[in-house]
């Protein structure tokens, strides 16, 4: 691939076209106790309040980032260890973001120049920071965080196309090739060249044969997957919402809903049962990922 610059130039540092200010963001139970709270956040100058808010507590990696002191060191402890932490800035996650997609593309031969595959990393990076375009929720969660920090983590179930076999493979790690897509059920339906099919009908029929639209063009199907029948739960929150999710869905949760806030988590559902969600969740469904 050719890639032409649009909003950044050839030896710029594209985090230099930014302004940045540091921010706190503090997220409260109704009765005023505190949930999550960070301060010294870093983010372009031009972000809301909103944006600063879902970055820190939804999308930056909570454990195992790498921490650095003041001139950009890797900080360590008293007998010589490195320092982990979460991360903090708006840069880690643009460049954990755009470094990975960059990196696969280096990997694989997408670019024709090695002046493109950096082309292609400041535009990414520039689209982000300025909120022209963002991926979904499982990139700003998942991706990067092996190229970026090292992190891998038990295989999670995760498969991928082999690039040199052709194979379904499953992941042996479960961020060398993570999860970057969505989660649906079994009845969801797709725009397809053959008509309107569901993930279901695609699954069981291997329908490898087919494009499906993906709100730009149609893509081909590589591969699929039945990952058989599972419960769909529901959580019902002291505010009306509501969210889906099978048992292992991962949930930022507290053990006990105290004033202090109890002690915050990522969980599976399965095993925030017994917690403050036991008495809303319930099964909806049997349905097919």
Not at 78 to 101: D, F, I, T
Not at 137 to 147: A, E, I, R, V
Not at 226 to 255: C, K, M, Y
């Amino acid at each position: 691939m050719k890639i032409i610059r649009r909003f950044t130039q050839a030896g710029q540092n594209v985090y230099d076209l930014f302004e940045y200010t540091l921010r706190s963001s503090v997220l409260r139970n109704p009765d005023g106790s505190v949930v999550f709270e960070m301060h010294d956040i870093e983010v372009p100058k031009g972000w809301s309040q909103v944006a600063t808010d879902i970055m820190a507590q939804k999308y930056f990696r909570k454990a195992g980032v790498p921490q650095l002191d003041a001139e950009g060191n890797p900080q360590t402890d008293e007998s010589g260890n490195p320092v982990a932490g979460g991360e903090r800035s708006a840069k880690q996650v643009v460049h954990r973001l755009a470094g990975c997609w960059t990196q696969w593309g280096k990997d694989h031969g997408y670019f024709d120049t090695e002046e493109d595959a950096q082309a292609f990393y400041d535009e990414n990076a520039y689209i982000l920071l300025a909120q022209m375009a963002a991926p979904n929720s499982p990139q700003w969660f998942n991706t990067g965080l092996n190229y970026a920090y090292g992190i891998t983590g038990p295989s999670q179930g995760h498969y991928y196309v082999d690039p040199v076999t052709g194979k379904l493979t499953k992941s042996k790690d479960a961020y060398t090739h993570p999860q970057p897509h969505a989660c649906a059920r079994g009845n969801t339906r797709l725009f397809t060249s053959t008509g309107v099919l569901t993930i279901r009908e695609i699954v069981e029929n291997h329908r490898t044969d087919i494009t499906v639209f993906d709100g730009d063009r149609l893509v081909p199907i590589y591969a699929v997957k039945n990952n058989g029948v599972r419960p769909v739960w529901r959580a019902t929150l002291r505010n009306g919402n509501f969210i889906e999710f099978t048992d292992d869905h991962q949930i930022w949760s507290a053990d006990r809903p105290t004033k202090e806030g109890g002690i915050f988590d990522w969980k599976p559902l399965r095993e925030i049962l017994g917690w403050q969600v036991q008495q809303a969740a319930m099964p909806i469904a049997d349905q097919k990922e």
